[in-house]
């Protein structure tokens, strides 16, 4: 069984600084792209950033210069490093992995929990 587990959320004010992580832990052989995503309320979950095994990476045009997403491929486990954080930042974010299972299963678009990131005004 594989999961995902995501950390770091929480409260912080406008402007501040905030780091996501997300390991993958269980019967993970290997781990292909990654990526994290957000959903406001009333709203639909959008793309924040992605990041390939080989390291290449997107960012929604409303997170680059601000956000950076980063792997570690011996731990499992992406982050997304939050900068000049927004009140519109404000959501739920998942991560989400394409993760290959030693028992032969591949986990296409496997979602975290998610956790929740407020940013006040």
């Known amino acids: 069984q594989v999961q995902l587990v995501e950390s770091g959320g929480g409260l912080v004010q406008a402007g501040g600084s905030m780091r996501l992580s997300c390991a993958a832990s269980?019967?993970?052989?290997?781990?292909?792209?990654m990526g994290w995503y957000r959903q406001a309320p009333g709203k639909q979950r959008e793309l924040v950033a992605t990041?390939?095994?080989?390291?290449?990476?997107n960012y929604a045009d409303s997170v680059k210069g601000r956000f950076a997403i980063s792997r570690d491929n011996a731990k499992n486990t992406q982050y997304l490093q939050m900068n000049s954080l927004k009140p519109e930042d404000t959501a739920v974010y998942y991560c989400?992995?394409?993760?290959?299972?030693?028992?032969?299963?591949?986990?296409?678009?496997?979602w975290g929990q998610g956790t929740q990131v407020t940013v006040s005004s």
């Open positions: 989400c992995a394409d993760v290959q299972a030693y028992s032969g299963d591949y986990l296409q678009g496997y």
């Open positions: 269980g019967s993970v052989f290997s781990i292909n792209a």
């Open positions: 990041i390939t095994s080989g390291g290449s990476t």
